[in-house]
């Protein structure tokens, strides 16, 4: 019996795997962790359709994450969300828990910025803990300039790709004595490779020329000197992409004052918040452009700020772009490429073309005003399920 399985599995199993044809990343980061460079078509998810875990948060997310679904709802994307909802002033865990529980289960989620409003030492950042508990070790954030928006800086193309799960965010914190707090900041060897040749391979991949290291390590000589030291022996394995560094001060100068000298840049955690900010600032605003999360198992989308936008939470004002994009971010991820493609071509046109701006792009129009502009052009185009095969 357990040689004619044997004979049944190399009949079959084996024709399967040689099979020369395309897979989704959500495939090869969950179902194939270790088989990255392994092509092959994407198994049905509950009947053709995904299950993604939707964690609204707080401020303008659970607006923005309305959008999303009336998007999909309307565009007939194949994807179901699990909506887990993380009360902010709760003195306990049990939501983030629950909420990690069902990344897991489903591999993928979209994400508002879930504030933590309990000071107790006990009670967790949910989005650091998140970011830490699945091991979503990098953070790539593409901030690209918009035609039709007035900006510092026009022609804009840069990708930062952030170290997500240590620096100054290990949340390592004590009272050594009375009225002195000691908060340290963990940099390791096998993370700062990680998320290094991640920007390698990223600047390989989408024939990005350079990759720039930010630091401190002028100041931080052990632990900004060690991410600096790792960066550049991973460089010399990449003699094609050119490799420099930069201290932190003076990147946020020469963001200000000359953006287009930067193509990817490789940043610890803070430094990465740092630069993502300003660099938004310069040509739009928190409002537009997606946060990837990714790990070796799980990927976690949001907008790239990680804003709460609590001010204007309610008020028909909050720009869902960035929201709207990470959603789009999220398909391309799951293999859903001709719906992706759809949002992102009615985004476009909304933005760059029709001239619909909130009030933080310098417009009148409303968030429902972006929304139904999207879902017009949506509605010119036939989207419909296309199988994973139609690709090939």
């Known amino acids: 019996m357990a040689l004619r399985l044997f004979r049944m599995s190399q009949d079959v199993v084996t024709p399967l795997i040689k099979r020369n044809c395309t897979v989704s990343a959500f495939e090869l980061q969950h179902k194939n962790p270790v088989q990255r460079k392994v092509e092959q078509i994407p198994k049905a998810q509950y009947g053709g359709r995904h299950t993604v875990t939707m964690l609204p948060g707080g401020g303008i997310g659970p607006e923005l994450m309305s959008y999303v679904r009336e998007v999909f709802r309307f565009a007939g994307v194949p994807v179901d969300f699990e909506i887990v909802d993380i009360d902010p002033a709760s003195e306990g865990n049990d939501d983030l828990e629950y909420a990690i529980t069902s990344i897991k289960r489903n591999g993928v989620a979209i994400k508002g910025n879930i504030e933590t409003k309990s000071e107790a030492t006990g009670i967790l950042s949910r989005n650091v803990a998140l970011r830490n508990e699945l091991d979503l070790f990098v953070n790539v954030l593409h901030c690209k300039s918009f035609n039709a928006i007035p900006a510092h800086h026009q022609n804009v193309d840069v990708v930062i790709v952030r170290q997500n799960t240590e620096g100054e965010y290990a949340m390592l914190e004590h009272e050594s004595v009375r009225g002195v707090v000691e908060s340290m900041k963990v940099v390791t060897i096998e993370n700062a490779a990680r998320v290094a040749r991640f920007a390698f391979e990223f600047a390989k991949n989408n024939n990005?020329?350079?990759?720039?290291?930010?630091?401190?390590?002028?100041?931080?000589?052990?632990?900004?000197?060690?991410?600096?030291?790792?960066?550049?022996?991973?460089?010399?394995?990449?003699?094609?992409?050119?490799?420099?560094?930069?201290?932190?001060?003076?990147?946020?100068?020469?963001?200000?004052?000359?953006?287009?000298?930067?193509?990817?840049?490789?940043?610890?955690?803070?430094?990465?918040?740092?630069?993502?900010?300003?660099?938004?600032?310069?040509?739009?605003?928190?409002?537009?452009?997606?946060?990837?999360?990714?790990?070796?198992?799980?990927?976690?989308?949001?907008?790239?700020?990680?804003?709460?936008?609590?001010?204007?939470?309610?008020?028909?004002?909050?720009?869902?772009?960035?929201?709207?994009?990470?959603?789009?971010?999220?398909?391309?991820?799951?293999?859903?490429?001709?719906?992706?493609?759809?949002?992102?071509?009615?985004?476009?046109?909304?933005?760059?073309?029709?001239?619909?701006?909130?009030?933080?792009?310098?417009?009148?129009?409303?968030?429902?005003?972006?929304?139904?502009?999207?879902?017009?052009?949506?509605?010119?185009?036939?989207?419909?399920?296309?199988?994973?095969?139609?690709?090939?």
């Open 208 to 392: 990005r020329k350079k990759v720039t290291t930010i630091h401190k390590a002028n100041i931080m000589k052990l632990a900004d000197g060690l991410f600096l030291k790792v960066a550049r022996d991973i460089a010399k394995e990449y003699p094609d992409i050119q490799h420099n560094d930069m201290i932190i001060d003076n990147c946020c100068m020469q963001l200000v004052s000359n953006p287009h000298q930067f193509d990817v840049m490789n940043t610890t955690n803070l430094y990465g918040s740092i630069t993502s900010n300003v660099l938004c600032g310069l040509v739009g605003g928190a409002g537009l452009f997606s946060g990837r999360n990714y790990g070796d198992h799980y990927a976690v989308f949001e907008p790239g700020t990680r804003n709460t936008g609590t001010a204007i939470a309610g008020k028909n004002v909050a720009n869902p772009v960035a929201m709207l994009n990470a959603a789009v971010d999220m398909l391309y991820h799951l293999g859903h490429r001709y719906h992706a493609d759809c949002i992102s071509d009615a985004l476009h046109k909304t933005i760059d073309i029709d001239g619909i701006h909130t009030p933080d792009l310098g417009g009148n129009n409303t968030s429902t005003d972006i929304v139904q502009n999207v879902l017009k052009h949506l509605a010119e185009k036939r989207t419909y399920w296309f199988p994973a095969y139609a690709y090939i």
